[in-house]
């Protein structure tokens, strides 16, 4: 079975701290994916990655960064931590392009920011 | 934007029924996929189906689309306590490696 881990489910950090949360897959898949779950607004994509060391922006980067150094790992990163961005994060990963790119999803990371 | 938009928001209903949740999107596809979350949780890949495909089965789910209406229903036949969980569609519109997700139907089973 595919296995996508993140390193907590929960976290508490204070403002203006600087965050990590990294998530790891067991499939040997190209792509991963951060995304924010807010109540009402749903999934949104932060960025993505399709190689190593390669990323893409997703639908509200701002005040995030990623990290891809390995093919299994991708962090996130929130250089400076804002209340507003307290949220659920998931991570996930699916096969290279030319499949069918069902994604695969960690448990979540529930950050607060106070 | 959002590409696909669920419906409807909530359903609530007893064990042994029905449940039918329907999405629309926007732009052509090239499959749409449906997700489950238990509460709290990660998401969970229930069923994929192609453009070019109009019905679909898996176990106690059967999923339809429509490409002409630019829609989708999902039907969980024969409910039970443990199917509640919100319900999310997701499409791919042609980047092989992107989904955009709807905002997801949140399904109670009452026992």
């Known amino acids: 079975d595919v296995k996508v881990t993140q390193s907590s489910r929960y976290l508490v950090k204070r403002t203006g701290e600087k965050v990590f949360l990294e998530c790891v897959q067991d499939?040997?898949?190209?792509?991963m994916f951060w995304y924010r779950q807010d109540p009402g607004l749903g999934l949104r994509l932060i960025y993505f990655?399709?190689?190593?060391?390669?990323?893409e922006k997703g639908d509200i980067p701002e005040g995030y960064s990623v990290s891809r150094e390995k093919k299994e790992r991708f962090s996130l990163i929130l250089e400076s931590a804002s209340t507003n961005q307290t949220s659920m994060y998931l991570c996930?990963?699916?096969?290279?392009?030319?499949?069918?790119?069902?994604?695969?999803f960690g448990p979540g990371t529930r950050l607060t920011v106070l | 934007s959002q590409q696909g938009e669920e419906d409807p928001q909530a359903l609530s209903i007893q064990e042994g029924e029905n449940a039918t949740m329907n999405c629309s999107y926007k732009?052509?596809?090239?499959?749409l996929q449906w997700y489950r979350q238990n509460s709290g949780r990660g998401l969970v890949h229930l069923i994929l189906?192609?453009?070019?495909?109009r019905e679909k089965h898996s176990g106690r789910l059967r999923v339809t689309l429509d490409t002409s209406k630019k829609s989708s229903s999902l039907l969980i036949t024969a409910s039970r306590a443990a199917d509640t969980a919100s319900y999310f569609c997701?499409?791919?519109?042609?980047?092989?490696?992107?989904?955009?997700f709807g905002k997801g139907t949140l399904l109670t089973v009452n026992p």
């Open positions: 996930a990963s699916s096969p290279g392009q030319g499949v069918l790119n069902e994604q695969f």
């Open positions: 499939m040997d898949h190209e792509n």
């Open positions: 990655s399709y190689d190593v060391k390669m990323k």
């Open positions: 732009t052509s596809i090239n499959n």
């Open positions: 189906i192609r453009s070019n495909e």
């Open positions: 997701a499409t791919d519109v042609g980047s092989n490696y992107k989904l955009t």
